[in-house]
């Protein structure tokens, strides 16, 4: 390969991983841009999983063997096995030596030491192929993974030029890695609470949206618990906002743990002394009782006067739930309501029959200010 293009190569690794939106797409990106740089009919990249001293594989990209899935579960191979691995991460690279690429040919010999079987010939032979190039992958100075291509039986084998180049695409990888998990930090701070942990206003926004959406097309249930965590105004007029502070996590950490009985549920904080859980898939029952246990738990927090807390779900005799904004003012009325009751269970949306006053105030418009909502929260309003 000319040097121009190779140059066009890289140039072109280098912008299908900015080009990714996520990690699984810039795995895939360095893979299939290395595999054409280099004339590979397939290739992988692998991370080196310190702690459990082994390279797991992220991705296989091109014409895989049938054991091999282009995002495997649990591909990995124990270090130990790779005595190229071993000798790279433990003796050239601690001891100041480069980062260079070797080449590994299905002719090679397939036995060592006794007990030891050269696992890269092997998996050459085994799969059909005839030779590998692998390159280290160095990120902040520690070896990272590597970077893997291969050619069938009967193609020329990697050349020493080849694995030089393969040492220059270990490093754009090693880059577009980098930048990936920079934006990946930027994107989860966006749509994380700081001071909680839990998911933020923006990102149930989001999460709402497309549920609706799916429950529109696929008829998914798709469910909403509001809570307002209450004497949280008491709590910081009294001790502190230090002392608030400590009952919004410690209360993030129960709706957390309430939130994992329903599978894939969002907990989040939507602002102040308000959270939310939102279940897709769920029955609206499973829901009820996770927020029963919410409030049952929130009772027993030290400090703080319990939880209100409302449930909308598509489920129940609401009505069609068209956009996410109908659901949120749903479970928001019976937010509203449970409060102005002082009740310790939640309020269900839909449950008392065809005139249901909680569905009934999410649907009307507000009068004089807060309308029917002040109804609710009665003298009981804080």
Not at 160 to 186: K, M, P, W, Y
Not at 292 to 298: H, P, V
Request: hydrophobic share 40%.
């Amino acid at each position: 390969m000319g040097e121009d293009r190779r140059l066009a190569a890289v140039v072109a690794l280098a912008q299908g991983m900015a080009a990714a939106h996520s990690s699984r797409e810039a795995w895939r990106a360095a893979a299939g841009g290395a595999c054409r740089a280099l004339g590979g009919s397939f290739a992988a990249l692998s991370v080196w999983e310190r702690e459990l001293g082994r390279l797991r594989v992220l991705v296989n990209v091109g014409e895989r063997a049938e054991d091999e899935e282009e995002f495997p579960e649990d591909e990995s191979y124990p270090v130990h096995q790779f005595a190229e691995i071993t000798e790279f991460l433990h003796e050239r690279w601690a001891g100041g030596g480069e980062p260079d690429a070797w080449v590994e040919t299905a002719a090679g010999p397939a036995a060592g030491s006794p007990g030891y079987v050269h696992q890269r010939v092997a998996a050459l032979r085994r799969r059909g192929r005839g030779c590998c190039v692998v390159a280290p992958i160095v990120l902040h100075g520690r070896a990272w993974g590597e970077l893997y291509v291969a050619r069938p039986v009967g193609e020329p084998v990697f050349a020493r030029g080849d694995a030089d180049f393969a040492t220059v695409l270990a490093s754009v990888v090693a880059a577009g890695i980098a930048q990936t998990e920079r934006l990946e930090e930027v994107r989860r701070l966006a749509y994380t609470d700081a001071l909680t942990g839990l998911a933020n206003r923006r990102a149930v926004d989001a999460r709402l949206d497309e549920a609706v959406e799916r429950h529109r097309t696929e008829g998914v249930a798709v469910s909403l618990v509001v809570c307002d965590l209450n004497g949280l105004k008491r709590v910081n007029d009294t001790h502190g906002h230090a002392v608030g502070d400590r009952l919004l996590e410690r209360f993030g950490s129960v709706l957390s743990l309430c939130g994992a009985m329903l599978p894939g549920a969002l907990a989040a904080r939507l602002g102040g002394d308000e959270f939310c859980l939102l279940a897709v898939g769920p029955p609206a029952d499973a829901v009820v009782k996770a927020a029963e246990e919410l409030c049952r738990r929130a009772a027993e927090l030290e400090l703080g006067d319990g939880v209100a807390c409302g449930v909308a779900s598509t489920e129940d005799a609401v009505g069609p739930v068209r956009s996410a904004r109908r659901l949120f003012r749903l479970a928001d009325a019976a937010q509203y309501r449970a409060k102005a009751e002082q009740a310790d269970r939640p309020v269900v949306a839909g449950r008392e029959g065809p005139d249901d006053p909680v569905v009934r105030l999410a649907d009307q418009p507000p009068r004089d200010g807060d309308g029917e909502r002040r109804r609710f929260r009665g003298r009981h309003s804080p």
